[in-house]
Nanobody
């Protein structure tokens, strides 16, 4: 079975940095995209950054210039380097990936458990 496991969340002061990781495990044939979502208290979940199989990236306007998404294909891992963090970035950050498992023909979306990022002084 395919699973996504996030790590790297925590408490950071405004202006600080954090690096989130999301590792996909299992019998994986291919990964079409890997994404980072976040959900702040009282708000809907929103897409933060996306990277597709060709390496093309997308960022939400509010994080452009501050966040950077990257991947390690050999490790089936996506990263989110977050800099210049502010309290508005406080949220649960969740990894999402569309993955074709070896045992299945169709691609499926998988979700991690989420990791808390809190930006506060």
């Amino acid at each position: 079975q395919v699973q996504l496991v996030e790590s790297g969340g925590g408490l950071v002061q405004p202006g600080g940095s954090l690096r989130l990781s999301c590792a996909a495990s299992g019998s994986i044939f291919s990964i079409n995209y890997m994404r980072w979502y976040r959900q702040a208290p009282g708000k809907q979940r929103e897409l933060v950054a996306n990277i597709i199989s060709d390496g093309i990236t997308w960022y939400r306007d509010s994080v452009k210039g501050r966040f950077f998404i990257s991947r390690d294909t050999a490790k089936n891992t996506v990263y989110l380097q977050m800099t210049s963090l502010n309290p508005a970035d406080t949220a649960v950050y969740t990894c999402n990936a569309q993955i074709v498992a070896v045992r299945f023909r169709a691609a499926n979306d998988y979700w991690g458990q989420g990791t808390q990022v809190t930006v506060s002084s």
